[in-house]
């Protein structure tokens, strides 16, 4: 199939940071892909937390299911749109690298300890582990990604990092914060893609952890509008032994209707801006959105999600040990750097001595890459307390 001017062909990349020969049967972005499912970043997903911790139970989403939903709503999507499917697929692997163990507590709580050494932004980190953490070539750091997916990755950023970065890479990828500039159609899919995913998975993972009800969901209008839709086509799905059949039945009708919204309203806006390459997508106004009322219920989903679920007082619990965990092992390696594994520490060193805040970046990058049973594991073995294991 033939892409569309405004998706992101490979004749309009920016490239490599460090040229390579492109490879015979592969474009660059599916090379980009591949090097990500090759990574050891995106192996430890599947140990690390989404919603649920890890040991709470074996059929909930973890960070490498999430991603691949993700990139199987991003590809339906793009390949409606004409956009490239291969950078919506790696953009969407890629996404979550960057996550610390222990989910949105885990980001917290390392980003609180990281206060006086320039924070921790879990976009961030997901770039510095494509851009310098892995380890797998022998003449570079990192995977040395294409421009086109690095700018995927970097979803979002603050003002202070986008300088930082601009320093290090001028007119890169976090030129687009300063000048508020937009990135490509592929990019701006992948994030609408993850919203779409952890609604409709946290609502499926919800119900089976029993924290969020049946009756509590008859009030979210993206979930109860298709119950009766479902039944009136399937009268059976109302049996109690059915109750799962039905909430899959649900779901998927969900995801539907977002997935054909996406594509009808973002086909309706292209036609509106046209633009002819990426560059005018990047000067545009977002493309990629919900209309007026699916975002209006997608907010609602996610409010209902977020007040029910995300706070439930049984979440709050873990939530709390889960940052003990990593203030504990900040606190550890930061007091103790020789703690580390012996080719971290060596990036501590300023000459002879160790520079704090070069030290506390490396502990970060550690700590992030841990999965979450790792994590409990260092923590007894460095304070003796057993936690969330
Ligand atoms: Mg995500």
């Known amino acids: 199939m033939l892409l569309a001017p405004y998706a992101c062909t490979t004749d309009q990349s920016r490239g490599r940071r460090i040229p390579e020969p492109d490879a015979p049967t592969r474009t660059p972005y599916q090379r980009d892909r591949d090097r990500i ?8 997903l599947v140990y690390k937390t989404q919603v649920f911790l890890n040991h ?10 999430h991603s691949l939903e993700v990139a199987q709503l991003g590809r339906s999507i793009a390949r409606s749109l004409r956009l490239d499917e291969d950078l919506v697929e790696a953009i969407a692997l890629a996404h979550d690298l960057g996550h610390t163990p222990f989910g949105h507590a885990g980001q917290d709580a390392l980003n609180d300890c990281m206060q006086a050494f320039g924070g921790f932004e879990h976009n961030l980190q997901s770039l510095r582990v494509v851009d310098q953490l892995e380890e797998r070539y022998p003449h570079y750091d ?5 421009f086109e997916t690095r700018e995927g990755i970097l979803k979002h950023c603050s003002e202070t990092h986008a300088r930082e970065l601009e320093v290090q890479e001028p007119g890169g990828v976090g030129r687009r914060f300063l000048d508020h500039a937009r990135p490509s159609l592929e990019a701006q899919l992948c994030n609408l893609a993850d919203e779409i995913a952890y609604n409709a998975h946290d609502v499926d993972d919800g119900l089976r952890s029993g924290l969020i009800t049946w009756e509590q969901l008859q009030a979210v209008p993206l979930f109860s509008r298709f119950l009766n839709i479902a039944v009136a086509e399937f009268p059976e799905l109302a049996r109690p032994q059915n109750q799962r059949r039905w909430i899959y039945d649900v779901i998927r009708r969900m995801l539907s209707a977002q997935v054909y919204d996406v594509i009808e309203t973002s ?31 997608s907010s609602v989903l996610k409010r209902f999600l977020f007040q029910n679920l995300y706070r439930h007082p049984q979440v709050i619990q873990t939530t709390g040990q889960a940052k ?9 390696y930061m007091g103790v750097p020789s703690e580390l594994p012996a080719a971290f520490t060596a ?21 992030a890459g841990m999965t979450d049973r790792f994590a409990s594991r260092e923590h007894e073995r460095l304070t003796g307390q057993r936690l969330l294991a």
């Open 347 to 367: 990036r501590t060193f300023n000459g002879l001595t160790v520079d704090t805040t070069k030290l506390a970046r490396v502990v970060a990058d550690y700590i």
């Open 37 to 44: 499912v090759h990574s050891t970043a995106f192996r430890r």
């Open 56 to 65: 709470e139970g074996d059929l909930f989403r973890t960070r490498l299911t």
């Open 324 to 332: 003990q965990v990593i203030a504990d092992l900040f606190k550890a």
């Open 267 to 297: 086909s309706a806006a292209i036609v509106v801006a046209t633009p002819q390459c990426v560059d005018d997508v990047r000067r545009t106004a977002p493309l990629i959105r919900f209309s007026d009322s699916m975002r209006h219920d």
């Open 142 to 146: 990192g995977l040395n990604l294409t």
